[in-house]
């Protein structure tokens, strides 16, 4: 299957989102320690972490060349989702086109889960970036 092909203006769109979210994790408004329960609980995360080791695992996502890049469709909007490999556990960090932090979760079968029709891969980070 190739590559879908995205105009300019959507390109731009995602380039700043990511760069936006890249420079300081801003979560939605919401329930901080509730995410960090729920990432607890579900086990992505240790009992014992802080919100700044879930932030540094975003920024890490974010960082990461070989990530690849999705644009994640929701009733009609889009959103960025990126899933890279860190600690070694596929994390996908989903964020808005302002690059607020919408959600970061493991992703137990990537192949799988992210061939769903509400995923149009883009690329790698790399290559987006360019």
């Not at 994640?72 to 890279?84: C, F, K, M, Q």
């Not at 808005?96 to 979760?105: H, K, N, P, V």
Request: charged letters at 25%.
């Amino acid at each position: 299957m190739e590559k879908p092909r995205l105009n300019h203006i959507r390109q731009n769109r995602i380039v700043n989102a990511i760069q936006s979210a890249r420079s300081e994790v801003r979560w939605r408004p919401g329930n901080p320690a509730r995410r960090m329960l729920k990432r607890k609980l579900r086990g992505h995360l240790p009992g014992c972490a802080t919100s700044d080791d879930c932030e540094r695992v975003i920024l890490t996502a974010l960082r990461d060349d070989r990530a690849q890049v999705y644009v994640y469709w929701h009733d009609g909007t889009p959103y960025v989702a990126l899933v890279a490999v860190v600690q070694p556990r596929h994390w996908l960090v989903v964020f808005t086109m302002e690059g607020l932090i919408e959600s970061a979760y493991v992703v137990e079968r990537p192949n799988r889960y992210l061939h769903k029709p509400v995923f149009e891969l883009i690329g790698s980070l790399s290559e987006v970036l360019l």
